[in-house]
């Protein structure tokens, strides 16, 4: 039998009182669980009661902290050979953010309001508000895996109220920042000074601007994938952080791309020239090997201020000003999703909503006014 009961003790001359949940778990073993007050250990005993029944309940003195749970989580990716920039991004979000909060906390124990007081917490404690939603979602990483493994009952990062999280996301799509041409990535007039580099970064950045490759794949881009006869560009794999070669971020990633006259040509030159490579490498080190990214970033800045561009635009400028170009010519959100190799449509939307429009939005709109105004 499951029961509430009130304890009352004395304490030196205090009178103290607590409440107990006496229950039995799935193994017939009987435990019992302290709270202040008869409501909330009337909710928490109606709930462990259900998860005896469903036999998913992790009693408090066998329950993992989330300290110990996370651990298992980074073993599990490591074990799934997840990549390497993946695992780090996971330690960061352990280490720098979860643990600091919530190490000794025990799974049973995190509730939907816990989530969200550690979610105001790490705001509190400088976080922006974008990297407090990416913790949480660890957090509910770590907790999933906990489940496939048996250490936990629930997720409660997933049950959070919906009207919770409607709010966390309205008040993210406010503080969104929107991408400014000039600042995010190039104006036209930049990116026709940048098409004037000569020499062995010409055929770089010629491709990056028409094609919108990320610098993992322009990093990992071989001939083998480039198809100069019929003008594609087959994006096929990626060299990650560590300059090794794998599979692109999703399924989406792996796509074609035509290429524009200009980059067949620069291509068709640079051919002959390349440096050499085991991997059969587009643009290998002048070694024949991958490129670092901190090194291909520091070798591009100069390059970039040679031709007057006082403040140089990284790789992932360059992958804006492609999908804007694209947007600009006309092509649907689909496709646009398509050439950058986004996972859904709505990172598309997300990122590049905000720049696309009806080709004759102008004239629809004299249309409207004339309805009203004559």
Same mark, same amino acid.
């Given at each position: 039998?499951?029961?509430?009961?009130?304890?009352?003790?004395?304490?030196?001359?205090?009178?103290?009182?607590?409440?107990?949940? $006496?229950?039995?778990? +799935?193994?017939?073993?009987? *435990?019992?669980?302290?709270?202040?007050?008869?409501?909330?250990?009337?909710? !928490?005993?109606?709930?462990?009661?259900?998860?005896?029944?469903?036999?998913?309940?992790?009693?408090?003195?066998?329950? #993992? =902290?989330?300290?110990?749970?996370? $651990?298992?989580?980074?073993? +599990?990716?490591?074990?799934?050979?997840?990549?390497?920039?993946?695992?780090?991004?996971?330690?960061?979000?352990?280490?720098?953010?979860?643990?600091?909060?919530?190490?000794? #906390?025990?799974?049973?124990?995190?509730?939907?309001?816990?989530?969200?007081?550690?979610?105001?917490?790490?705001?509190?404690?400088?976080?922006?508000?974008?990297?407090?939603?990416?913790?949480?979602?660890?957090?509910?990483?770590?907790?999933?895996?906990?489940?496939?493994?048996?250490?936990?009952?629930?997720?409660?990062? *997933?049950?959070?109220?919906?009207?919770?999280?409607?709010?966390? /996301?309205?008040?993210?799509?406010?503080?969104?920042?929107?991408?400014?041409?000039?600042?995010?990535?190039?104006?036209?007039?930049?990116?026709?000074?940048?098409? =004037?580099?000569?020499?062995?970064?010409?055929?770089?950045?010629?491709?990056?601007?028409?094609?919108?490759?990320?610098?993992?794949?322009?990093?990992?881009?071989?001939?083998?994938?480039?198809?100069? $006869?019929?003008?594609?560009?087959?994006?096929?794999?990626?060299?990650?952080?560590?300059?090794?070669?794998?599979?692109?971020?999703?399924?989406?990633?792996?796509?074609?791309?035509?290429?524009?006259?200009?980059?067949?040509?620069?291509?068709?030159? !640079?051919?002959?020239?390349?440096?050499?490579?085991?991997?059969?490498?587009?643009?290998?080190?002048?070694?024949?090997?991958? !490129?670092?990214?901190?090194?291909?970033?520091?070798?591009?800045?100069? =390059? +970039?201020?040679?031709?007057?561009?006082?403040?140089?635009?990284?790789? *992932?400028?360059?992958?804006?000003?492609?999908?804007?170009?694209?947007?600009?010519?006309?092509?649907?959100?689909?496709?646009? +999703?398509?050439?950058?190799?986004?996972?859904?449509?709505?990172?598309?939307?997300?990122?590049?909503?905000?720049?696309?429009? =009806?080709?004759?939005?102008?004239?629809?709109?004299?249309?409207? /006014?004339?309805?009203?105004?004559?």
């Amino acid at each position: 039998m499951a029961s509430v009961r009130k304890r009352t003790w004395k304490s030196g001359e205090q009178t103290k009182t607590a409440w107990i949940a $006496d229950y039995f778990d +799935q193994a017939g073993k009987r *435990h019992i669980k302290t709270f202040e007050k008869k409501g909330e250990a009337t909710a !928490w005993l109606r709930n462990a009661i259900v998860e005896v029944s469903k036999g998913i309940h992790t009693p408090e003195r066998a329950s #993992l =902290t989330i300290a110990e749970a996370g $651990d298992l989580w980074i073993l +599990q990716a490591e074990t799934d050979g997840l990549e390497y920039s993946t695992i780090r991004q996971y330690r960061q979000h352990l280490d720098l953010h979860i643990k600091p909060f919530l190490a000794k #906390l025990k799974l049973s124990e995190i509730t939907p309001t816990s989530v969200n007081d550690f979610r105001n917490a790490l705001i509190r404690e400088k976080r922006s508000r974008i990297m407090a939603k990416k913790v949480v979602v660890s957090l509910g990483s770590i907790l999933g895996n906990a489940m496939a493994d048996g250490k936990a009952a629930r997720n409660v990062v *997933h049950e959070q109220s919906k009207q919770q999280r409607k709010r966390h /996301q309205r008040i993210e799509s406010r503080q969104k920042k929107i991408l400014k041409e000039g600042v995010d990535y190039p104006t036209t007039v930049e990116l026709r000074t940048l098409l =004037t580099i000569q020499g062995r970064w010409r055929p770089f950045i010629v491709t990056a601007i028409f094609t919108g490759l990320r610098a993992s794949e322009l990093r990992g881009l071989t001939w083998a994938d480039v198809d100069l $006869d019929r003008g594609v560009l087959h994006v096929r794999q990626r060299a990650d952080r560590r300059n090794a070669i794998g599979d692109p971020k999703s399924e989406s990633g792996k796509r074609d791309i035509p290429l524009v006259p200009l980059t067949v040509n620069v291509l068709r030159e !640079w051919k002959l020239a390349c440096p050499k490579s085991e991997a059969n490498l587009v643009f290998p080190t002048s070694r024949g090997t991958i !490129w670092s990214l901190p090194n291909l970033y520091r070798s591009l800045k100069p =390059t +970039q201020r040679q031709v007057g561009i006082a403040q140089p635009y990284g790789l *992932h400028a360059l992958r804006h000003a492609a999908a804007s170009l694209f947007i600009q010519e006309g092509f649907s959100p689909k496709r646009v +999703q398509t050439l950058m190799g986004h996972s859904t449509i709505q990172v598309t939307f997300d990122t590049y909503g905000h720049l696309f429009r =009806t080709p004759d939005e102008q004239d629809e709109l004299q249309r409207l /006014q004339a309805r009203l105004v004559s």
